[in-house]
Nanobody
């Protein structure tokens, strides 16, 4: 069983940046970031294939967020720029058993505990 630990969340002003990290206890396949805002369902944010050569984004974060990974460190990152108040949420990383990046929540088997991102005006 893979354990995932997110870090890098915090409080930032609108327009600012944060970089989230997700460290895995072992080798992982495709990875994804999801978020859950107050009173909202968990939603897909970004995904990356095992090789890192393929990525997939939620339309509202395209051009602002970048997902990347370092397989030597078993770590995936989410660089978030030009943050908006509506990006406020708990952010979770997750891993699938497949190699391809996917936005489908049900394809993810293991989840981290989440890290809070709060964007203020």
């Amino acid at each position: 069983q893979v354990q995932l630990v997110e870090s890098g969340g915090g409080l930032v002003q609108a327009g600012g940046s944060l970089r989230l990290s997700c460290a895995a206890s072992g080798r992982t396949s495709a990875m994804g970031w999801f978020r859950q805002g107050p009173g909202k369902e968990r939603e897909f944010v970004a995904a990356i294939s095992r090789s890192g050569g393929s990525t997939y984004y939620l339309d509202s974060v395209k051009g602002r967020f970048t997902i990347s990974r370092d397989n030597a460190k078993n770590t995936v990152y989410l660089q978030m720029n030009s943050l908006k108040i509506e990006d406020t949420a708990v952010y979770y990383c997750a891993t699938t058993r497949g190699l391809r990046a996917t936005p489908r929540l049900y394809e993810y088997d293991y989840w981290g505990q989440g890290t809070q991102v709060t964007v203020s005006s």
